[in-house]
């Protein structure tokens, strides 16, 4: 009564002379393919809500270096003890009565004493930086006074 019709799955090709089953084989695929999208969709979704939550933490697990660098630190300079006192304009070496001017962006804090300064700051601890000239590779230690 009816001619043979071809339907095209993915897996294999039906060959079939019932109209019925071809509309219910088309059906059954549209809703299949549906479900699929509708699984890839909500996978990119929680891939970038994954990314965004990795991005988020590593901007707030990002130290304040403006806030970290203050206070007095112990620290040797030619091999002797010096406690410096740094405010949020200034290095102070306590006792000398003198204050050195700096800027600080990012972990780069430089400073005018004998010739620019620039150094990077690494945080070891709460209490420990090093500080490396960025011209000598030279390392300062330094340990948070308590």
């Known amino acids: 009564m009816f001619a043979k019709q071809i339907v095209y799955h993915p897996s294999q090709v039906l060959v079939t002379s019932r109209p019925e089953l071809i509309l219910k084989l088309t059906?059954?695929?549209?809703?299949?393919?549906?479900?699929?999208?509708?699984?890839?969709?909500?996978?990119?979704?929680?891939?970038?809500?994954?990314?965004?939550?990795?991005?988020?933490?590593a901007c707030a697990s990002t130290p304040n270096y403006s806030e970290y660098v203050l206070g007095q630190w112990d620290t040797e300079v030619s091999g002797f003890p010096v406690t410096l006192e740094i405010?949020?304009?200034?290095?102070?070496?306590?006792?000398?009565?003198?204050?050195?001017?700096?800027?600080?962006?990012?972990?780069?804090?430089?400073?005018?004493?004998?010739?620019?300064q620039v150094s990077t700051i690494e945080i070891v601890s709460d209490n420990e930086m090093?500080?490396?000239?960025?011209?000598?590779?030279?390392?300062?230690?330094?340990k948070r006074k308590l």
């Open 27 to 57: 059906i059954a695929a549209t809703i299949l393919k549906g479900k699929t999208m509708n699984h890839v969709t909500r996978a990119y979704k929680l891939f970038a809500i994954a990314c965004l939550s990795v991005l988020l933490f």
């Open 87 to 116: 405010s949020d304009t200034e290095i102070s070496v306590i006792g000398f009565g003198q204050s050195i001017p700096y800027t600080l962006e990012g972990n780069t804090i430089s400073f005018e004493f004998q010739g620019m």
């Open 130 to 142: 090093v500080h490396t000239n960025t011209t000598t590779q030279a390392e300062q230690v330094m």
